[in-house]
């Protein structure tokens, strides 16, 4: 038998040895997961800035269904369906999407994205670009083909909510250490960066862990519903309301007026805004119109819905409130989406974001630095001294590459877009492949100058590329574009800032000092 | 720490990383905690006495927190019949319960 001190000790160091190594396995893409998904609380205003010809006025969503409503009159009238996002403080631009009627053999037919401008409803002519939907697309689905890019972020996220919970319990004891050992030496270590990361956050950390999971809860988790139902479609019916369905009665009956039942849903929630339209058999007698209010309006990402007539106008039904678990389940996608944030929290985001990126950068460093020794290392270590080159002091420059692409590359070339992100992947694994040719703490130095210089670029070619440049930005009162300067020029300090760090060998990557770390400290993390 | 529990750490670390153990080990979590948590969270949405879309949202909302706990354990619990018997066994048992009881009507 076991004393319980034994006991505790023992479960504490199978939690050290499972979050080093569910922390390594995960770290690489958990860091790119990390960083992209930070850069995602601004997706609409990272493809405002990369179409910087497009200038759209706010146009309140009553007005810009009815442009929307005209112009698919114009191009569709005969569609089955209509779905038409609508602009908001954030996204300036209506967004379109047609279902035509199925073909002779019966397949479903789409039109791709249509984007119009919500005053005019003409279709906007702007560079091709995916904008902020590929860091977006990218959090989740690593570019790596459906379903198995979203299956590999799933496992990722369940090792980073194990490596949360392995951690915590690693580290309860060892809070005492942290203060009384560290502290009064001033001696600072990775482990203490590491743990100020985690440990300051850890609440934001284990919220936004979770919460992504239930972005794709369906996917990962779907037999609850075969459990309780012969068809998903029903659960998802009962969840998020009924969408309308059903077939067209063949009689024309003309359109009512978009903009009063629009002013009627928005009465209807209390002043909440119209996010999205869906119009089934547009001028049928049978048609209706599905009005879904924005998900940023409430904690709950779900919006509620009105349906209505599209031949009377009449209000057919609405969507029911939601029960604590559908309610848990909507809050928990909003606060991973922080889609209800306003300008300030979403910056507190994007720093609790960075904080996130950091622990996960530092996990990784402190993998190499706790097994560094004198003399040749060990071939393991080797790989994962450059892996963390390349995923940690790589993807910045990629991403700064993006975005000075989305410049450089002329506006009219063909498929720019693919483009923009092939320069994207060339240049972060690119990067990685050539440092490696360079001593482990000159490519460290020179892959990070690399991505603080592009990053620094990235004011300078705006400037020179468009009439959008921080001068013109400041006296025009844009503030999309100068935040995103000194965004830019932020992360080019801060990058410059850790290519400094580099260029003396830490103290505790010394051999002498690695060799009295780990007595010294008495941490079972050390142990792992 | 004392020397009586440095020793006893030294002697887990002997049995806690043999090569086979350790894959049983892995595997047990990742492919039979996964499992288990299905099984669990089927189980939970199939019985939890409330309105059929709470009990099926209530079951995928928790199934998580009940994989990464399980898989947690895994590492934890030195004998691996034990955790192999557990882990399996759990999801044996629920997925066999639900498919007793049968889709709700």
């Given at each position: 038998m076991s004393t319980p001190m034994e006991e505790q000790t023992g479960l504490r160091k199978a939690m050290a040895w499972i979050h080093t190594w569910l922390g390594l396995l995960a770290g690489w893409i958990l860091f790119a997961m990390f960083l992209t998904g930070t850069a995602s609380y601004f997706r609409p205003e990272i493809t405002r800035w990369m179409q910087p010809e497009l200038r759209l006025p706010y146009v309140a969503p009553p007005r810009a269904a009815e442009t929307a409503v005209a112009y698919l009159q114009k191009v569709g009238a005969n569609d089955d369906q209509w779905t038409v996002y609508l602009p908001d403080d954030r996204t300036t631009a209506t967004r379109i999407?047609?279902?035509?009627?199925?073909?002779?053999?019966?397949?479903?037919?789409?039109?791709?994205?249509?984007?119009?401008?919500?005053?005019?409803?003409?279709?906007?002519?702007?560079?091709?670009?995916?904008?902020?939907?590929?860091?977006?697309?990218?959090?989740?689905?690593?570019?790596?083909?459906?379903?198995?890019?979203?299956?590999?972020?799933?496992?990722?996220?369940?090792?980073?909510?194990?490596?949360?919970?392995?951690?915590?319990?690693?580290?309860?004891?060892?809070?005492?250490?942290?203060?009384?050992?560290?502290w009064s030496k001033g001696k600072r270590s990775w482990l203490d960066a590491h743990n100020v990361c985690a440990v300051l956050a850890l609440p934001y950390h284990a919220m936004i862990t979770y919460t992504g999971l239930i972005t794709l809860m369906v996917m990962y988790m779907p037999w609850p519903i075969d459990v309780n139902y012969k068809s998903s479609d029903v659960f998802y019916e009962e969840a998020y309301g009924r969408e309308s369905q059903g077939p067209a009665s063949g009689i024309s009956a003309p359109l009512v007026p978009i903009a009063p039942l629009i002013e009627t849903a928005m009465r209807e929630w209390g002043g909440g805004r119209a996010s999205r339209l869906v119009i089934l058999h547009p001028n049928d007698q049978s048609a209706t119109i599905t009005v879904i209010r924005h998900g940023g309006d409430t904690l709950n990402a779900h919006g509620q819905s009105v349906i209505f007539s599209g031949s009377t106008g009449e209000r057919l039904s609405a969507s029911a409130p939601p029960g604590p678990a559908v309610e848990t389940a909507g809050v928990m996608l909003g606060l991973?989406?922080?889609w209800f944030a306003d300008l300030a929290m979403r910056w507190v985001f994007l720093l609790l974001g960075l904080v996130g990126t950091c622990m996960v950068g530092t996990g990784l460093v402190m993998w190499t630095v706790k097994r560094a020794k004198p003399?040749?290392?060990?071939?393991?270590?080797?790989?994962?001294?450059?892996?963390?080159?390349?995923?940690?002091?790589?993807?910045?420059?990629?991403?700064?590459?993006?975005?000075?692409?989305?410049?450089?590359?002329p506006a009219g070339v063909p498929a720019r877009g693919a483009l923009e992100v092939e320069v994207f992947y060339w240049v972060w694994f690119g990067l990685a492949a050539v440092s490696v040719v360079r001593?482990?703490?000159?490519?460290?130095?020179?892959?990070?100058?690399?991505?603080?210089?592009?990053?620094?670029?990235?004011?300078?070619?705006?400037?020179?590329?468009?009439?959008?440049?921080?001068?013109?930005?400041?006296?025009?009162?844009?503030?999309?574009?100068?935040?995103?300067?000194?965004?830019?020029?932020?992360?080019?300090?801060?990058?410059?800032?850790?290519?400094?760090?580099?260029?003396?060998?830490?103290?505790?990557?010394?051999?002498?000092?690695?060799?009295?770390?780990?007595?010294?400290?008495?941490?079972?993390?050390?142990?792992? | 720490m004392s020397t009586a529990a440095g020793e006893a750490l030294a002697r887990e670390g002997n049995g806690f990383r043999g090569p086979l153990v350790m894959a049983v080990r892995s595997a047990t979590a990742l492919l039979g905690g996964y499992a288990a948590a299905a099984g669990s969270a089927g189980l939970v949405a199939r019985v939890l006495p409330v309105a059929q879309v709470e009990a099926t949202m209530w079951g995928i909302v928790l199934s998580f927190l009940i994989y990464a706990a399980l898989g947690l354990w895994t590492?934890?619990?030195?004998?691996?019949?034990?955790?192999?018997?557990?882990?399996?066994?759990t999801a044996a048992l629920t997925f066999g319960l639900t498919v007793l009881l049968g889709v709700r009507a």
């Open positions: 999407f047609r279902r035509l009627p199925p073909s002779p053999e019966g397949k479903q037919r789409f039109v791709p994205e249509t984007r119009i401008n919500p005053e005019t409803g003409d279709t906007l002519a702007a560079r091709e670009t995916r904008g902020g939907e590929h860091f977006y697309r990218f959090h989740f689905q690593l570019q790596i083909p459906h379903p198995w890019g979203r299956w590999l972020a799933g496992l990722c996220t369940i090792f980073m909510l194990s490596a949360i919970i392995s951690g915590v319990i690693t580290h309860k004891r060892i809070f005492a250490d942290f203060f009384t050992l560290r991973h989406m922080g003399g040749m290392p060990f071939f393991g270590y080797r790989l994962v001294e450059r892996l963390n080159i390349g995923a940690i002091a790589c993807l910045p420059a990629g991403m700064a590459a993006f975005l000075l692409a989305n410049r450089l590359i001593p482990v703490r000159r490519a460290w130095m020179e892959t990070l100058a690399i991505g603080a210089m592009a990053f620094a670029a990235v004011p300078i070619v705006n400037t020179i590329t468009t009439n959008r440049g921080l001068a013109a930005s400041l006296t025009s009162g844009d503030g999309l574009f100068v935040a995103f300067d000194i965004t830019m020029i932020a992360a080019a300090a801060l990058l410059a800032f850790a290519a400094w760090k580099c260029r003396k060998p830490a103290k505790a990557m010394r051999p002498s000092d690695t060799v009295s770390f780990a007595p010294q400290t008495r941490e079972l993390t050390d142990a792992a | 590492f934890a619990e030195r004998r691996i019949v034990r955790v192999v018997g557990v882990i399996w066994g």
